[in-house]
Nanobody, 132 residues
């Protein structure tokens, strides 16, 4: 089992930016390269919802409508790290953010990449708080 460790959360004012990181630990110089990685967020008492996902071998990314044009997911294969760059933050983005991965992602259709059930390995989360 490879642990995922999120970082980069914090408190910002509306309109600000944050850059979240998700590192696969132990870091094995790219030998651990999950085929699919997703970022999710969860509001208190709510289900986890997909924000962005990436097929790491193809570099193809997917976004929830609520974050398109504001958030960008990227992957540094050599560092086994997936980033979520968030611009134009608003109070509705306040949530706990998690990354999840699926090592082989076999048989997963693009439409399933923002579903939490697609992923079987999760980090502990990082809190993002946006004040108005």
């Amino acid at each position: 089992q490879v642990d995922l460790v999120e970082s980069g959360g914090g408190s910002v004012q509306a309109g600000g930016s944050l850059n979240l990181s998700c590192v696969a630990s132990p870091y094995t110089y790219g030998r651990y390269d999950a085929n699919c990685v997703g970022w999710f967020r969860q509001y208190p008492g709510k289900e986890r919802e997909g924000v962005a996902a990436i097929r790491t071998r193809r570099g193809k990314s997917f976004y929830a409508d609520s974050v398109k044009g504001r958030f960008t997911i990227s992957r540094d294969v050599a560092k086994s790290t997936t980033y979520l760059h968030m611009d134009g933050l608003n109070p509705e983005d306040t949530a706990m953010y998690y990354c999840g991965d699926n090592l082989f992602c076999a048989g997963v259709h693009d439409g399933e990449l923002l579903r939490p059930t697609t992923y079987n390995n999760w980090g502990q989360g990082t809190q993002v708080t946006v004040s108005s």
